[in-house]
């Protein structure tokens, strides 16, 4: 079944930038062999996120000058970013600049992702925008051995235990990476788990 994904990195502290939206912080640490991104994105239909991470991805890619990297990157993956202001597009590049309701918007991902993943690529509040509408299925975060103190937080909502269950950790090089069932999945995942427990003791009389 497709899920809706955010899949992100962040220091321990729960940043995905520093107080300067820098990551020069991200890029010390060893990421190891393996490509858990390359992995994941195999998955991935349709993607979204916000104005600023947008801008950081055309800065730092040098994407205006050199298409190329995003399309090596994200191939023709449909990309979606939410802004309230004019952005330059990436020549020939499957993006659609839009704002507004994000579930309408999530409608169209779902429609174009054709049965794969939909990806929130960021920033937090984005992100958050869709935990509201209870449209995030899963978290995937690669936990980098950082301590910032203060930057920009990976959300700016609060998602209580209720909400989410641990289903997956990994050892990558110096991240460590855990997935979380969000909202629904993860309610229907405890739901499920005590079912089982009552289930036991009744299994272990007969």
């Not at 984005?126 to 203060?150: C, H, K, M, R, Y």
Request: hydrophobic share 45%; glycine share 10%; aromatic share 10%.
């Amino acid at each position: 079944m497709a899920k809706t994904q955010y899949y992100t990195a962040t220091s321990i502290d729960g940043f995905t930038a520093d107080e300067k939206n820098s990551l020069d912080w991200l890029f010390e640490v060893d990421e190891g062999t393996e490509n858990p991104f390359g992995e994941f994105f195999e998955g991935v239909g349709a993607f979204a996120m916000g104005a600023t991470t947008y801008e950081w991805i055309l800065e730092h890619d040098n994407l205006l000058e050199e298409p190329e990297n995003w399309h090596d990157m994200y191939g023709e993956v449909p990309c979606w970013v939410f802004t309230h202001r004019d952005l330059p597009p990436v020549p020939d590049a499957n993006v659609f600049m839009i704002s507004g309701d994000v579930r309408r918007v999530h409608e169209a991902m779902v429609v174009a992702a054709q049965g794969k993943n939909v990806w929130l690529a960021g920033g937090g509040d984005l992100v958050s925008q869709f935990v509201a509408e209870d449209l995030l299925d899963e978290i995937i975060l690669g936990i980098a051995p950082t301590i910032l103190g203060s930057g920009v937080p990976m959300m700016r909502r609060r998602v209580l235990v209720d909400d989410l269950i641990l289903t997956g950790v990994r050892e990558v090089g110096q991240f460590a990476y855990l997935t979380y069932a969000v909202g629904e999945v993860a309610r229907m995942g405890r739901h499920l788990a005590a079912e089982t427990a009552a289930v036991i003791p009744v299994l272990s009389r007969t």
